[in-house]
């Protein structure tokens, strides 16, 4: 069993699963169709290509970082209409969220061809919508490892400010984990959030389980990860 690692970081986010058109909403975490999503772009596929393979990966995210949430209004109209026709529609975003994504397969040349496509995209990649693009490092790497162990034993991946913060006087802190559920897992939340198709005129999704657990770290386990004092959003191309 082998798990690919993606690190989910950038000064913005957005991970809907049950958004509308005037209020779009996101998730505290990444979603596995927001995540599947970039695969496919990374691999040059089109919304009306078949995504079985990749809904076949097993996904995990752990919370390194939580952000905060931002509230944004964007004032729409109409092609053709007058000024009298706009309207404002609400937004949310992550801010300064970090996240430890993992996929887990049998086939570790499959995961070594998402690896690369994710290093090589054919398109732009988005965490969730296309005013968010990634922050690099994208990838870390695959590991010899379930996905589990993977989440649970990798270094925390934020910066020595928040660690002292979230940590506190004990030194510690708990990540919360959510991963795929199996079929026996009576305890297991619900989310819609399986692409079928991403085609513009026929989306649909399914349903998977989540299911939640928690992981200790500590400061001392904590990540060394490059501070990048200028964000280039074509970075990832």
Request: hydrophobic content about 35%.
């Amino acid at each position: 069993m082998s798990t690919l690692l993606l690190r989910l970081a950038a000064p913005m986010q957005a991970w809907g699963v049950d958004s509308d058109f005037e209020t779009r909403r996101t998730l505290p975490y990444p979603t596995k169709s927001g995540v599947i999503g970039m695969l496919a772009a990374a691999l040059g596929r089109g919304r009306q290509d078949s995504l079985e393979d990749l809904n076949q990966l097993r996904f995990g995210v752990r919370i390194d970082q939580e952000g905060e949430l931002l509230r944004d209004f964007h004032t729409a109209r109409p092609e053709g209409k007058s000024d009298n026709a706009s309207y404002t529609t609400v937004r949310y975003y992550l801010c300064d969220a970090i996240f430890l994504v993992g996929l887990e397969s049998e086939n570790k040349a499959f995961l070594e061809q998402l690896e690369y496509c994710l290093c090589h995209p054919v398109y732009p990649l988005f965490l969730g919508r296309r005013s968010c693009p990634i922050t690099l490092p994208l990838v870390l790497g695959i590991r010899e490892k379930d996905l589990l162990t993977t989440l649970t034993g990798e270094e925390w991946m934020v910066q020595d400010d928040y660690a002292r913060k979230k940590a506190g006087k004990a030194g510690t802190a708990a990540l919360r984990i959510l991963l795929d559920g199996n079929g026996e897992t009576s305890s297991a939340s619900v989310l819609r959030d399986v692409p079928l198709s991403f085609s513009a005129k026929n989306r649909r999704f399914t349903y998977r389980k989540v299911r939640e657990c928690y992981t200790e770290v500590n400061i001392g386990s904590k990540g060394d990860i490059p501070v990048q004092t200028e964000h280039d959003p074509m970075a990832g191309l």
